[in-house]
């Protein structure tokens, strides 16, 4: 079965500092991999998404993340984080061989950014 | 930005009293879906559908249903709403084609006193 890992639920950096938050995956096949932000009292907006090709994928916000097959991790990573980016990030897979077209989303992890 | 809407988006309701949750959609897409979110939670999935009058079960889905009798429009009602039921509701919408990307409402935040 597909599941989704992310081992950090919060993480504090200074403004300016690079940032990376860690997912973890486990898929049966070629995986398909999203990362969405939640901003306080908003919903959640695509970040930036990897179906195949290239491993480090460019999203919005000045965030990128790389595909490691081998580690089996989809990182985030940003180099200097801004105080708007303090929020919610969740990292998520297609559920399989079930109709509906569910994602599994981690637990989400939360961004604090210090002045 | 996908057009989704979601109403009411706060709510203040008594234990037993029922209330209906709408998510309305602009982009014609075939899924729907309702997610809770509390804290040391994450996301989980209520209900969904694939299809007018088409729906199922999430992970979270007793003391839930839902109704779609039309493609824009995805209603969660709570029979009797329970001090466990407070959380923040989210309505998603896929087209199924982009291996499962969802789009999210802005949420409503239900408070049951």
């Known amino acids: 079965a597909q599941s989704v890992t992310q081992p950090d639920i919060h993480i504090t950096v200074s403004e300016g500092a690079s940032l990376e938050l860690r997912c973890n995956y486990s898929?049966?096949?070629?995986?398909?991999l999203f990362w969405y932000v939640q901003s306080p009292g908003q919903g959640l907006q695509l970040l930036l998404k990897y179906f195949s090709g290239d491993t480090l994928v460019q999203g919005i916000k000045g965030f990128e993340a790389e595909f490691k097959r081998s580690q089996s991790s989809f990182n985030l990573r940003k180099p200097s984080v801004h105080w708007s980016d303090a929020a919610e990030y969740f990292c998520?897979?297609?559920?399989?061989?079930?109709?509906?077209?569910?994602?599994?989303f981690g637990q989400g992890t939360e961004l604090s950014v210090k002045p | 930005d996908a057009g989704i809407t979601q109403s009411p988006r706060h709510k203040v309701t008594e234990t037993g009293t029922p209330v209906t949750l709408r998510c309305h959609q602009t982009e014609n897409h075939r899924y729907m879906y309702w997610y809770r979110q509390d804290p040391g939670h994450g996301l989980r999935l209520i209900h969904y559908s694939y299809g007018v009058k088409d729906t199922d079960k999430g992970e979270v889905s007793d003391g839930y249903s839902v109704s779609r009798s039309k493609t824009e429009d995805f209603l969660l009602t709570l029979e009797s709403a329970t001090s466990s039921q407070t959380s923040v509701y989210f309505c998603?919408?896929?087209?199924?084609?982009?291996?499962?990307?969802?789009?999210f409402g802005p949420g409503t935040r239900l408070t049951v006193l």
């Open positions: 998603a919408i896929s087209d199924g084609l982009e291996y499962n990307e969802q789009f």
């Open positions: 998520a897979v297609p559920e399989l061989d079930t109709q509906g077209g569910k994602l599994i």
């Open positions: 898929y049966g096949a070629t995986p398909y």
